[in-house]
């Protein structure tokens, strides 16, 4: 998929696929909440006024708070890709995301989503 397509998506699109995925497995909406202010700094609020305000990824990245410190030790392989080894940063952080998601809907315990 091209990267600047990606990049236009509205994160309020696609958060719902997110926590239909986490809910068949038996985890809640409340948890895609804490792990996505975990990597970018927004509060309960900000998140939803982010979503509220339809913000592509490029302007919900841009204008997050702050991306954890502890972003980097996400590693693995999302969509065949290694997280790790993208060189792109938007796209990394796009990427993070769904490597969080996806490890919280293999039913991985929050501490260990978290890098804590």
């Known amino acids: ?3 600047e397509r990606v990049f ?6 696609v958060y719902p696929m997110l ?3 986490v809910e068949r497995k038996g985890r809640e909406k409340t948890e895609v909440d804490v792990i996505t ?11 939803k006024s982010q979503l509220e305000k339809e913000a592509s990824y490029e302007q919900f ?7 954890n410190s502890n972003a980097n030790k996400i590693t693995g392989v999302v969509c065949g890709i290694r997280v790790e080894d ?7 952080k796009v ?6 998601v996806d490890e919280l809907a293999k ?3 929050m501490e260990k989503i978290l890098r804590s």
């Open 1 to 3: 998929m091209n990267n």
């Open 8 to 13: 236009k998506m509205k994160v309020s699109d």
């Open 37 to 47: 202010c975990w990597l970018t700094g927004y509060d309960i609020q900000g998140l």
């Open 107 to 109: 039913g991985k315990a």
């Open 95 to 100: 990427r993070w995301l769904d490597k969080l």
């Open 86 to 92: 993208i060189t792109d940063p938007l796209m990394q």
């Open 61 to 67: 990245f841009a204008e997050a708070p702050q991306i």
């Open 19 to 21: 926590i239909q995925k």
